[in-house]
């Protein structure tokens, strides 16, 4: 009455290899799913930055990602999900690994003023970035298309609560300040019309006179 002592029947290693093979044929499938989404995010963003919104359609995508149609609209089923979907997911990437989530700093103690000079500089090159371009092509798309501004809204605020959140832990030591909201604000808005410029006027951005004038203003109302 084996059965009735509770024992488990051992597993023949015959299980165990078919258990082992299926977990690692599901592994390989949802990493070339994941990876099959991705080239089309960094294509659609290549697309957008090259080829502008109106240049931009989801055959062009499809193509530059080397995908099937199937693949893309298992993905992304139009063309605005995808675009959003593509500039969001570049910015939040970028801004978090190249970005001033992982600058060099100089510490808080040593010079208060060089730190700050340094965020200013950090968050400056942002703005030069492709994703920057991306997420302006679709800015101004968004103003005469219903569809893309309804997919655009709550992707930005997102992103921008993102931004934001990574701001406050930068300037960290003037999180507090009563000035500290206002500058922030003004950091964000001021660098991003300043580097819409650039898109009819392109010039060396670190030299920018904006950039000390950022600085000065950083300082003034912080230190």
């Known amino acids: 009455m084996a059965a009735g002592n509770g024992a488990s029947a051992p597993t023949s290693p015959g299980a165990e290899t078919g258990t082992r093979r299926g977990a690692t044929v599901r592994r390989s499938r949802e990493q070339r799913t994941s990876d099959s989404r991705l080239r089309i995010l960094d294509a659609a963003v290549a697309c957008l930055v090259e080829s502008g919104y109106a240049g931009t359609t989801t055959l062009t995508i499809q193509a530059r990602a080397g995908v099937s149609r199937g693949r893309l609209l298992h993905h992304f089923p139009s063309k605005e999900t995808l675009l959003v979907a593509a500039a969001q997911h570049l910015a939040a990437t970028r801004f978090a690994s190249d970005g001033l989530a992982s600058a060099e700093l100089p510490p808080q103690a040593d010079d208060p003023g060089a730190r700050l000079d340094r965020i ?3 968050m400056w090159t942002t703005y030069q970035e492709p994703y920057f371009w991306a997420s302006t092509e679709l800015w101004t798309a968004a103003r005469t298309d219903p569809a893309l501004a309804a997919a655009l809204l709550p992707a930005e605020r997102r992103l921008g609560a ?3 959140q990574t701001l ?3 300037f960290e030591a003037y999180a507090e300040h009563e000035n500290y909201p206002m500058v922030r604000e003004m950091l964000l808005t001021g660098m991003r019309g300043v ?4 898109g009819f006027d392109p010039r060396e951005a670190a030299t920018d006179p904006h950039v000390a004038q950022w600085k000065q203003m950083c ?3 912080l230190l």
């Open 120 to 122: 200013v500089d950090v």
């Open 162 to 164: 993102a931004i934001r």
């Open 168 to 170: 406050d832990a930068v």
């Open 195 to 198: 580097a819409l410029t650039y």
């Open 219 to 221: 300082r003034v109302l």
